[in-house]
């Protein structure tokens, strides 16, 4: 069946929890959303704010302390949150592609040998957790010619650790201390797991979607064969490209009705598709992602689309919009934009401003 550029927009909102926020506790949530970039404290916080019926900072702060989530790097070798049991469905998986980053980027350390870095790694962090230039300052002490840099983003990419609270808490500020997977859970990752799961997993949350699609959100190569041996279904997309779907996957009319949503940067509906029109047109998309660094603007959707940026300065919310915005959407806009501000800035008074296009 040949998709509509809408059909996959509406379909993309409803299985990322955007069309109505649902009535799920936190880590079923993000399980379902096979994990939320969390690079920075607050994207995951906006999130879910975002896709669940009266969601509360402190639920995902208790979720990140209580060891439910964990943070760590996955998906495109970035830190992500995640529960503890989704990483043995994902981390084996996307070890290989982070150990091809690593080597890429740091030759030296297979002079050493990855094995070595491991098993270092494990005995530095074995007393609890450390800050990663502690890490690479111990490993370093026995490769005295290798960089504390280079040592310390090997531990990191070969061995399964997780971010420690309070680093990702809400309100907190704290040197970032990491610490083993096995000794901050309680049990280590399998070395190895199939392919197929996980997937699966991207497809129920980011489908209908083209192999090239899961290599963008994954930074993973070689699927194919993986995809292959899915029972899946095809479908395409406007120009014809192929689309994989699981079998029991939902499709949502074009046009069922979408509200505003305001999206924190890293947001999953942005970066999970090598073809991000369902959901940014393409001359939106280069201004966007027109930021160093990787740093990316905060957004807001209007009919499914992001139409501009926005930043909370204080208890002011100023909204840049990419496109013209209707008074009935701006109305919209300004009524979710001051519930975020009695979230973002509870104790002062609040402002809407939009900018003119």
Not at 135 to 159: C, H, K, M, N, V
Not at 172 to 191: K, V, Y
Not at 219 to 232: K, V
Not at 319 to 347: C, F, H, I, Q, W
Request: aromatic letters at 6%; hydrophobic letters at 45%.
């Amino acid at each position: 069946m040949k998709l509509s550029l809408r059909t996959l927009n509406r379909t993309l909102l409803a299985r990322q929890l955007l069309l109505a926020r649902q009535e799920l506790a936190v880590s079923p949530a993000v399980s379902h959303l096979v994990g939320l970039q969390a690079q920075t404290t607050g994207p995951p916080y906006l999130a879910l704010w975002s896709r669940l019926h009266g969601f509360r900072f402190d639920d995902l702060s208790d979720a990140i302390t209580s060891r439910a989530l964990v943070r760590m790097t996955l998906m495109r070798g970035t830190l992500h949150l995640a529960p503890a049991a989704d990483c043995a469905v994902l981390r084996p998986v996307l070890q290989p592609m982070l150990t091809k980053a690593l080597l890429t980027l740091h030759p030296g350390l297979a002079a050493i040998g990855i094995e070595k870095v491991v098993a270092a790694a494990k005995d530095v962090l074995a007393d609890g957790p450390l800050p990663l230039t502690d890490i690479g300052a111990r490993l370093r002490e026995r490769w005295p010619d290798e960089s504390e840099r280079s040592l310390y983003f090997g531990a990191q990419l070969l061995t399964p650790m997780v971010r420690v609270p309070p680093s990702g808490i809400w309100g907190r500020s704290a040197t970032s201390a990491n610490a083993s997977f096995a000794q901050w859970i309680g049990e280590d990752l399998p070395e190895t797991a199939p392919a197929g799961p996980m997937i699966e997993r991207y497809l129920r949350a980011f489908g209908p979607a083209s192999a090239a699609d899961v290599a963008a959100w994954s930074r993973l190569t070689g699927l194919r064969p993986h995809i292959n041996a899915l029972d899946l279904v095809r479908h395409q997309d406007p120009n014809g490209r192929e689309l994989l779907d699981v079998p029991d996957g939902e499709l949502t009319d074009e046009d069922v009705p979408t509200p505003v949503r305001y999206l924190g940067v890293y947001d999953n509906v942005l970066l999970s598709h090598a073809d991000r029109t369902r959901v940014i047109a393409e001359e939106h998309r280069k201004v966007w992602g027109a930021g160093k660094n990787g740093v990316f603007p905060q957004t807001f959707l209007v009919d499914g689309f992001v139409r501009g940026t926005w930043v909370a300065e204080g208890g002011t919310l100023v909204l840049t919009p990419y496109a013209n915005v209707s008074k009935k959407d701006v109305a919209a806009l300004k009524r979710e934009g001051m519930a975020l501000l009695k979230v973002l800035a509870p104790d002062e008074p609040h402002t809407f401003t939009m900018r003119p296009l």
